[in-house]
C-alpha cells in the first residue's frame, strides 16, 4: 500500500533533478539524489490530517533582464546577505562573511564562463520556509541538506533570514538558497511544476529529520481552493502594484459595478478532483483499517470529511464577498448616524 500511496501522492514520475543537455560532449555521468524515503505519502496525509505546518519551497521570480548573468547573481547574493551583514554558506560548507567574501565567491563562478549580461537566466534563486515558531537553526540545517542531495554536481549559495534581522521581514525563518544553473558537466536545470512539489516533499523529510513536524501536500489534499501569492503580498506590502494585481482590481471594479459575483471558472474540474481524492482517502482508510492500524484509519477518515466539506469560493470570490460587506457595513453605519 505504502508504494501506490506514494505514486499517488507524487503524482508523477521522479525527474526533478534532470537537467536540459547543454549540447556539448559530458565527460561524466550525472548523479542523481536518493529516493525518497517509502511511505512518505501516508506520512503527508497524516501530517496534513493533524494539521502539522506545510513547508514551503518556491523559485523566485525575476524582475526584468536585470536579473541575468553574473550581475544579476552578485545582486541577489548582496539581498540575501543583508549586503554582506548575514553569514551565507556555499555548497562546500565555506561560510562567506562580509562583501570581499561573497565577491571573491562571484569570481570564481565567473572563472565558469557565466557572462556579466547574458540573455539567460545563469542561476536560480529558491526559498525555503517554515511557519512562525520553527527553530530557525533547524531550517538552515534541513535547506544545507536539501541542497547538498538536490543539486549535487551544481555550485550554491544560501543564508537564513528570520524576522530579527530586518523590521519589514516576513514573521518566519526561510533560506534563500542561490544555485547556478549549470552543473559540472554543463548541463542546465530545467525545473517544471511538478518538481516544486517533489522538492517540497524532500525538504519536508529534511525537516522532519530535525525533528521538526510538518507536512507537504497540495492544496487539493487538504480541500483548500484559495492560493495565496506571497509574492504579490510581499510587492504590495513594498508599494509595488505589478500587472496582475491592477488586472484583480479591475475585475473587481467591473464584478461590483455589475453587482454580479465573480464566477468560479473551473468549478466542474475543482468538484471532479476533489471527489476523487476523497474517494482515495476512503479507499486508503478501509486498508489501513483492515491491516490493523485503525488509529490512523480513524484519523484518515475524519480527514476526508473535512476535505469534502471545505468550500469552493475562490480569491476573487473571497475579495468581492468582502467588499460588499464592508460596503453594507459603512451604510448601515451612516443610517445609525442619521438616526
Known sequence: MNKSVDDWLLGHKTRAVRTQDSGGFLFGRKKSPPPLKPGYGLTNLRAAALKQPEVMVKITRRKSNAGNGLKGIRNH???????????????????????????????????????ENGKRREALNIVLSMPAGTPPQAVKDAAREFAAEQFQGHQYAFAL???????????????????????????????????LFEWRLRFAEKMREQGVPCAATRRQHRGVTIKENSTLKAMQKRGHVGQVHKRQAQELIEALQNSKRPVHLFMKEAVQTRAEIV????????????????????????????????????????????????????????????R
Not at 91 to 112: C, F, H, M, S, V
Request: charged share 30%; glycine share 6%; aromatic share 6%.
Open 77 to 115: 547574493l548582496d539581498y540575501i546577505s543583508r549586503n554582506g551583514e548575514v553569514e551565507v554558506e556555499n555548497q562546500d560548507g565555506e561560510k562567506l562573511n562580509g562583501k570581499k567574501a561573497l565577491r571573491n565567491q562571484t569570481k570564481d563562478w565567473q572563472k565558469l564562463g557565466i557572462p
Open 161 to 195: 533570514h528570520t524576522d530579527s534581522e530586518r523590521p519589514d521581514e516576513p514573521a518566519h525563518p526561510h533560506v534563500h538558497l542561490c544555485v547556478l544553473m549549470r552543473d559540472e558537466f554543463g548541463q542546465r536545470l530545467n525545473p517544471r511544476k511538478n518538481d
Open 279 to 338: 474517494d482515495t482517502y476512503k479507499q486508503i482508510s478501509k486498508e489501513l483499517y483492515n491491516s490493523g492500524h485503525k488509529t490512523e484509519a480513524r484519523l484518515l477518515s475524519k480527514f476526508a470529511k473535512e476535505v469534502i466539506n471545505a468550500g469552493f469560493t475562490t480569491q476573487a470570490q473571497k475579495v468581492f464577498d468582502n467588499t460588499v460587506q464592508d460596503i453594507q457595513q459603512n451604510i448601515n453605519h451612516d443610517i445609525d448616524q442619521e
